[in-house]
Nanobody, 122 residues
Framework: QVQLVESGGGLVQAGGSLRLSCAAS????????LGWFRQAPGKEREFVAG????????YYTESVKGRFTISRDKAKNTVYLQMNSLKLEDTAVYYC???????????????WGQGTQVTVSS
């Protein structure tokens, strides 16, 4: 069982930055791939970024490439999402997820956090 707790969301102006954190309560953190998803009102949950178990492979959806960076700290059992040059369309609830491998299909991830709201204003 893996419990995930996100933090770091908030209100930011367009062009600004936020860093999301997701702390995992498991001693086998290193065994899991980790991902960030987001869900805007009226839309389906979409893949944002993922990192494999070793941390040496990262994956991004096209719309955030060059702006967002996913990273993991095994010593802290934490995965981060650094978000720069934020746009209005980045507004959503952001969720952290864990599973054996990175998948873009949200339905195939086993463990989820409760989500953290990110609101980008003009």
């Amino acid at each position: 069982q893996v419990q995930l707790v996100e933090s770091g969301g908030g209100l930011v102006q367009a062009g600004g930055s936020l860093r999301l954190s997701c702390a995992a309560s498991t001693r086998t953190f290193s065994n899991y791939a980790l991902g960030w998803f987001r869900q805007a009102p009226g839309k389906e949950r979409e893949f944002v970024a993922g990192v494999n178990w070793s941390g040496d492979s990262t994956y991004y959806t096209e719309s955030v490439k060059g702006r967002f960076t996913i990273s993991r700290d095994k010593a802290k059992n934490t995965v981060y999402l650094q978000m720069n040059s934020l746009k209005l369309e980045d507004t959503a609830v952001y969720y952290c997820a864990a599973d054996a491998v990175v998948r873009r299909d949200s339905q195939r991830w086993d463990y989820w956090g409760q989500g953290t709201q990110v609101t980008v204003s003009s």
